[in-house]
């Protein structure tokens, strides 16, 4: 659900984030609103059903603050895209790794739907101060592109064929990290028997170390050639989620998240600096929701799939398609040909 809604929306939102573009801080403070918003609606579900729409508008939210966001930083830092992008990550590296540890412990002293309710009003709070604090940046913005050359941006970055190939594995890693942040928790819990705050603890390892490999794997990216970072990131990845389930320990277990944690979130981040590089520079936001819809569209089954080989053959099977998937994003990281190093504005 939060897929389906956040895939509706995002092209809509990439032309708005591009033609409006100094209206990007009232977008992502409506977007931080929005979260907010649907996790105080699911707190008050009285059944399955009714979780739907606060899940759907997760995805409203989601929809809205990518391309905004995403799409400001690399036309701002057109020479330092993937660096801006990997500290953009560590933003968001940050709150997952507070928020797991952070959660289980309180989920030992409140119910889960109180819990839910608490966040909307620091999501409020946190929205009014991004638009006040961050308008003056926005208001000499040039106008964006018409409806012609909107579309004649986005006709020329499809037409690019490694453009469709960075997509195309990026829908791989996409599928794979879905099925591991849907199965993970239910493995930890009801396979290992962990409790919330043990939960919580790993949840907090797989982002920990992004916080400082992000950085890492931006600089590198942008002085070097994204691939040398995306091929050995989707390798290893793809490499540490066919060993999860041989972990014959907590420590074991800790080491093999941690190190899934260099890469889980931050490789994403460089994948979409690769064919923003590619990509004109007046549809940059609208170049992430295109990205988006591509990923939505076919990432979408993916926690059903990991759902039904779970269910055969076992928890463990969700992370073995995962790894699967992974080094098939690999392999076609390998076939293409990216620049030895990003080309600066203007070139």
Known sequence: MREASGGFLIMPSGYLADSFA????????????????????????FSYLWIMPGIALIGVASAAWHPASVGSLSARFPDRRGTALALHGVGASIGDTIAPLCVGALLLAVSWQTLMKFHLLPALVLAFILWRSLGSFYQDSRPGPDLKSYLSGIKDMLNERNILAIMVARVFMSMGRLSVLTFLPLYLTEDLQYTSLGLGFYLMLLYLIGMVSQPVMGVVSDRFSRKVVLLPAYATLGLLYLFLPATTNGIQLGLVIGAMGLFFYGTGNIATAAVMDLSASEVQGSTMSVMSVFRHVFTLPSPIIAGVIATEFGTEAAFLYAGALLLLGA????????PPKP???GD
């Not at 392999?331 to 990216?338: E, G, M, P, S, W």
């Open 22 to 45: 100094k209206y990007r801080p009232l977008i992502m403070a409506f977007a931080l609103a929005s979260g907010g918003l649907a996790y105080f609606l699911v707190g008050f579900a």
């Open 331 to 338: 392999v076609v990281i390998f076939t293409i040909k990216l």
């Open 343 to 345: 080309a600066p504005a």
